[in-house]
């Protein structure tokens, strides 16, 4: 009964490979994210959809292109993979609006590595 | 990208001891959360702050929303080994904000 889950965990891949990384809450909340963690632990939001539509979409190189199927689901597509992509991408969700609209509850996260 | 200030960076300190951790902001935000992260895991919301001024708790950890809107505190009492960990304040303005975070190392 996980309430934010990814798949995978771990991605090692090359440069230049196109990947993807999955998302799915079962929390029943309508907002989701991305979020990257570098090496030194720093969490940056990266995108948010709200209902499906893409309402935060900060400086995030266009090679990152995310995908909401269905409210439940975000998933997070990079092209051409660079050295520099390699963190950890946690995806979260929250439920908007209402009291408690930035309690984000986050997933497990994925572990990228290009090498 | 913006980021909060939280200090300190980092703690060691002994099983039973009391913890205190605080993050600053230029700017003022009208939510504070906090969050612990375990190795290898996504954080965890630990407490919501909603109001200026508000304190409240959670088992043995305290937060505060600082009443300049510009600060808030975590207290953590008689810490035990599994309260190891990364403690993220985030701070919300018109997305969320984290802060850098504050690595508490416990020993027994």
């Known amino acids: ?115 | 990208g913006q980021q909060l200030n939280q200090s300190p960076q980092s703690m060691f300190i002994q099983e039973g001891e009391d913890v205190s951790m605080n993050c600053t902001s230029s700017s003022i935000f009208n939510t504070w959360l906090w969050y612990k992260q375990d190795p290898g895991e996504g954080p965890v919301l630990l407490i919501a702050l909603y109001k200026a001024g508000e304190l409240t708790s959670n088992g043995r950890l305290t937060a505060q929303f600082g009443i300049t809107r510009k600060d808030s505190f975590l207290n953590i009492s008689a810490s035990i080994p599994s309260d190891v960990g990364i403690y993220f304040c985030a701070g919300r303005g018109d997305k969320l904000i984290f802060g850098t975070g504050t690595r508490l190392q416990v020993f027994p």
């Open chain 1, 1 to 115: 009964d996980t309430a934010v889950s990814q798949t995978p965990k771990y991605l090692v891949t090359q440069m230049g490979n196109d990947k993807s990384i999955k998302c799915e809450q079962n929390l029943g909340h309508d907002t989701m994210y991305w979020y990257k963690q570098d090496s030194k632990k720093f969490l940056k939001i990266m995108f948010s959809y709200n209902n499906k539509e893409l309402i935060i979409n900060e400086t995030v190189p266009n090679r990152f292109s995310p995908k909401s199927p269905d409210k439940a689901h975000l998933n997070l597509h990079i092209n051409s993979l660079e050295l520099g992509d390699s963190a950890v991408y946690f995806c979260a969700s929250s439920q908007l609006p209402g009291p408690s609209a930035y309690e984000q509850y986050f997933g497990p996260g994925t572990r990228l590595t290009v090498t």
